[in-house]
């Protein structure tokens, strides 16, 4: 599979909010026909200056999807396929960072690819063209950290509790008890599930779930672990039953069916 991914650094004033960017080419005969995004715990600004991608619903309705869109927070596989020669431009998030530019309620957009012109109006729109019409990735990075900025310069900062909390979630590879961490730091479990609801759109436990699968299948990616067994074991998970309708639920297939193309494909949508 002849891809190109490539990861940038955000500007360091950015970087409590912006995980990275990351641009992806390649033909279309060279990408699986149907390419799977397994959830991550992160929203994706993403726009396409190739060719666009069509979205496959569990229901087997197709839909075109925009030439720029946020993609919001997933809880399910989120299946797409290349229309043309694919050219992508994205900017990640972290879990909690989207927030101070959102127009929309984080929550309302889970699992949905919402049109920048819906999020920012005409702002939105004129990102796009600039985006699409820039020369290289240096001069996109450019535009939209001049974006962000202006964006972020009458918004406040983001929560310390959450930010704390889902730095813990993450140093924990997603092993991680909402009762142990609200007990030991004197936080109030419903007010954290609240508090996380509106910032990432994902509860604790939910983004917890999605960082350990996560965790799971770098290690299957980099063939650190092949048996079954010693993937639930070492992952915390109860037992192999456990762990195998976790992965289902992420992937949409059992961790047998996914070893192949798909697994190194959906990868490269958080590829470290």
């Not at 005969?29 to 666009?52: A, V």
């Not at 809880?75 to 994205?90: D, Q």
């Not at 813990?168 to 508090?195: D, M, P, W, Y």
């Amino acid at each position: 599979m002849e891809l190109n991914p490539k990861t940038y650094e955000p500007n360091i004033e950015l970087t409590e909010f912006v995980k990275r960017y990351w641009t992806l080419d390649g033909e279309k005969e060279n990408i699986p026909l149907k390419n799977t995004i397994i959830p991550d715990g992160t929203m994706k600004l993403i726009f396409h200056y190739g060719d666009t991608y069509k979205h496959h619903s569990k229901s087997g309705e197709i839909t075109i999807l925009p030439k720029c869109f946020l993609i919001g927070q997933l809880t399910k596989p989120y299946v797409i396929e290349p229309i043309g020669v694919t050219g992508s431009f994205v900017v990640q998030f972290k879990p909690n960072g989207f927030l101070p530019f959102t127009t929309i309620p984080i929550k309302e957009m889970e699992n949905t690819a919402v049109p920048l012109d819906k999020l920012f109006g005409e702002d939105g729109k004129k990102l796009g063209e600039q985006i699409l019409n820039a020369n290289s990735t240096f001069e996109r990075i450019q535009i939209i950290e001049t974006f962000l900025f202006k964006e972020l310069s009458d918004k406040k900062t983001i929560d310390n509790i959450v930010k704390s909390t889902v730095e813990t979630i993450f140093n924990a590879n997603g092993q991680f008890s909402v009762n142990e961490f609200s007990n030991s730091n004197n936080i109030n479990r419903r007010q954290l599930s609240r508090k996380f609801s509106s910032t990432i759109g994902l509860s604790p436990k939910q983004l917890a779930k999605t960082i350990r699968i996560q965790t799971t299948l770098k290690a299957l990616l980099n063939k650190e672990l092949t048996s079954l067994t010693d993937l639930a074991y070492q992952n915390e998970y109860f037992d192999q039953a456990h762990f195998i309708k976790d992965f289902k639920e992420f992937t949409g297939l059992t961790p047998k069916e996914f070893f192949g193309d798909d697994l190194k494909m959906s990868l490269i949508f958080d590829k470290e």
